[in-house]
């Protein structure tokens, strides 16, 4: 039994080409001290926030592996939501594969093309700490088949979703756990038509920073790349970002909110 709720963010890793890189950046983007788990685990790395694991950086095992952060949603039994996935019309990428006493893992790839993992914790349930500086906050996958998805993903964890804004220039929903519509997990946005044709489907990782412009310009200075420049919003001010390895990700600070949430 996973420490989160089925169907919950519990984790959040990157694959990068150059470890030793990753730890230079977020190190000092967002503070975080590394804890190596050893060849045995191929050095898959704890990104630690005052000693709370946060996130985890990883190498590359092939060339062709995706530079990315990915999203892990809690599962009370991993095989069982594999045996979803596929019934729902989604892709295994690989799994569920037991790592160790530490949990349960797989990789599975949802009908609209975006990737994320699904984890039945063990000796590790996930984060230890979120909705802080250098934690995760949210997750929102950003899709262009939308029906599918929807689909899909009440399908296999049951999601509830509440639409926000028009459903037409702005199409954008909040999951929430079965029955409970306090229980926000993530959202999923249909993207625009204007977006190039070779940009994928993915989940996008937001974490929160205390100061959002200041956390742009040091993604700049350290070499990455500043992909939508900071904005206010009714959620927080973000910008959208890339470390200096290609990888995408989001920054907000929670604390500055501006206007109304659509459809409020």
């Known amino acids: 039994m996973s420490d989160f709720k ?5 984790w959040a890793d990157v694959s990068l080409p150059d470890l030793a890189a990753g730890r230079r950046f977020y190190g000092e983007l967002f503070g975080w001290t590394f804890q190596d788990q050893g060849e045995e685990f191929g050095h898959y790395t704890m990104a630690q926030r005052d000693g709370k ?7 590359k095992m092939d060339p062709s592996m995706p530079t990315a952060w990915s999203v892990y949603i809690a599962s009370d039994d991993a095989a069982k939501t594999a045996a979803k996935i596929t019934e729902a019309g989604g892709q295994l990428a690989f799994g569920p594969d037991a790592i160790g006493d530490t949990g349960v893992m797989l990789g599975a790839i949802d009908p609209g093309g975006s990737f994320f993992g699904v984890w039945q914790g063990g000796a590790h349930p996930g984060f230890d700490v979120v909705n802080e500086p250098g934690a995760f906050c949210w997750t929102e996958n950003h899709t262009r088949d939308a029906d599918a998805v929807d689909v899909f993903y009440e399908a296999v964890f049951g999601y509830d ?18 029955g409970d519509p306090e229980a926000q997990v993530g959202g999923r946005m249909r993207r625009g038509e204007d977006l190039p044709a070779d940009v994928p489907s993915a989940f996008q990782i937001y974490f929160v920073v205390a100061d959002c412009d200041g956390a742009a310009d040091t993604v700049r200075r350290l070499g990455g790349q500043v992909v939508m420049e900071p904005q206010d919003s009714p959620f927080g001010r973000m910008a959208i970002v890339a470390d200096d390895q290609g990888a995408h990700f989001a920054v907000i600070d929670v604390e500055r909110r501006t206007g109304e949430i659509p459809g409020q």
């Open 6 to 10: 089925e169907g919950a963010p519990c």
């Open 53 to 59: 694991n946060a996130a985890a950086l990883m190498e």
């Open 161 to 178: 979703a509440r639409q926000i804004g028009d459903g037409a220039g702005f199409d954008y929903k909040v999951w929430t756990l079965p």
